[in-house]
């Protein structure tokens, strides 16, 4: 096909033989780092899960490692007690149990943490117990009958988990040890992946209509409590907002019998049409003209998008949280996908993945993490678009940036402010190709202008 033809192109340069296609990546130890210049480097994934029980009221945790990760750990959970008695521990190994293990340390920390009052406790293993083979597993089964609160785990070692993502679905996924089952709740809703109060994030019109309806929902994510996590089993339904819960909601549904639907990574009006008739068939709801307006808006905006950006070749730079399942839809569209940044290769990027191939598209993948480095490759790849963080000035390449302002929104809005986003951007391109065209011959060009409904 043509476009694999192109993407074989594409390939031969040299600056791009390392890396693979997204046919040929299985997991995240399969991306390739774009450049060699890799500084400054990915966060470790420790920290995220150290945000993360810091803000989880009622939720104890302990941190395993050397006192660098100790160290480390403290610049983002400073305090030891948390504001309703939590306790955040360190476990620092010794030498000896750098080689040993720390099998006998471990029992002794959460005999501790238990009489002094923690109720439910976070093991945080970073690289050396995880390199070491410890089972922190197997230490909890046999801990567990002599303690009162309940304990579970997150393996976290750097050199498997090359950047952050994985310390927050990972985390998430653990706390789901947590959760007990419970009698079914018919008007229940766990809402996945936000917390009780975000008034930075704009909140996904379909929340207040859930509950104008009469659906309680409850709020699993950083800002959420404790006994929230453990009354969670009661849900009819998770409603899944954001990538870091995804494998979560897998979980509970495996374990809990708890159904999902799945929003973060919807964007074409006829997925989301999906999801909302399947949300209000389970509980017999209504949805009247409720989003008739924002839906009618993005239908527009979406018959726009297929006219103009036909075509178009765009790669994906940091700051985009699922590149995958927004290249299938921009794919839907006419657009090429040359080169996607993956931070994080997910559970469920398998499956987008396949989507995106079906289509006869696919992109070569990598992380990229210096920028200055990597900018003279992506004018190589001469994309019509860039989709994703750059902050150089010298804009050759046409960028959509600000694409993290989309996290924890979902649904038609969210369709109709990216595509308003992307088609903007091209409109500005060819506004300026039009001009340079001109100083050579003339020509009557369509200038889009600024695009909206």
């Not at 997204?22 to 945000?51: D, E, N, W, Y």
């Not at 995804?246 to 708890?258: D, F, N, S, T």
Request: overall charge negative; proline content about 6%; glycine content about 8%.
């Amino acid at each position: 096909m043509k476009e694999l033809k192109e993407l074989k192109e594409l390939k031969d340069l040299k600056e791009l033989k390392h890396l693979k296609h997204l046919s040929s990546v299985k997991s995240g130890t399969g991306i390739k780092f774009l450049t060699p210049a890799v500084s400054p480097g990915s966060h470790c994934p420790m920290r995220i899960a150290s945000v993360i029980v810091k803000d989880i009221q009622g939720l104890s945790s302990l941190l395993v490692g050397t006192q660098e990760c100790a160290t480390h750990s403290r610049l983002f959970n400073p305090h030891p007690e948390g504001r309703q008695g939590e306790l955040h521990w360190l476990y620092t190994l010794s030498d000896q149990e750098v080689v040993f293990g720390c099998r006998e340390g471990l029992r002794d920390a959460l005999k501790k943490m238990d009489q002094a009052g923690a109720r439910a406790i976070l093991l945080i293993a970073t690289c050396i117990p995880e390199l070491i083979g410890e089972d922190m597993e197997g230490i909890i089964q046999e801990i567990q009958p002599e303690l009162s609160a309940r304990v579970t785990y997150v393996m976290l070692g750097q050199f498997k988990n090359v950047s952050h993502p994985p310390g927050s679905w990972k985390t998430m996924k653990a706390l789901g040890l947590l959760m007990e089952k419970k009698a079914t709740d018919l008007r229940r809703i766990n809402v996945l992946g936000r917390a009780p109060e975000e008034d930075h994030i704009p909140e996904p019109s379909l929340l207040p209509e859930l509950v104008r309806q009469g659906i309680n929902l409850r709020y699993l994510a950083p800002g959420a409590s404790l006994e929230d996590l453990q009354n969670a089993g009661d849900a009819a339904l998770n409603l899944v907002l954001s990538p870091y819960t995804q494998p979560l909601a897998v979980q509970m549904q495996e374990e809990l019998g708890i159904p999902y639907v799945s929003l973060h990574h919807r964007y074409a009006v006829k997925d989301i049409d999906q999801a909302y008739e399947d949300i209000a068939q389970r509980f017999g709801l209504s949805w009247g003209d409720a989003f008739a307006e924002e839906r009618r808006r993005a239908l527009a905006l979406e018959n726009q998008a297929q006219q103009r950006l036909d075509g178009l070749r765009f790669v994906c730079a940091p700051r985009v949280d699922l590149p995958i399942p927004l290249s299938v839809y921009l794919t839907g569209l006419g657009m090429e996908p040359l080169l996607l940044h993956l931070e994080e290769y997910y559970p469920e990027d398998k499956d987008h993945a396949g989507q995106l191939i079906a289509r006869g598209q696919d992109p070569l993948v990598c992380r990229m993490v210096n920028e200055e480095a990597e900018l003279p490759i992506l004018q190589k790849l001469n994309p019509d678009l860039c989709i994703g963080y750059m902050s150089y000035t010298d804009i050759r390449i046409p960028c959509v940036a600000n694409m993290m302002d989309y996290y924890g929104q979902v649904g038609y809005e969210r369709t109709r402010s990216l595509l308003t986003r992307i088609l903007g951007v091209a409109a500005k391109k060819e506004n300026k190709e039009s001009k340079e065209n001109k100083e050579n011959k003339e020509q009557g060009g369509m200038a889009y202008g600024t695009a909206s409904v």
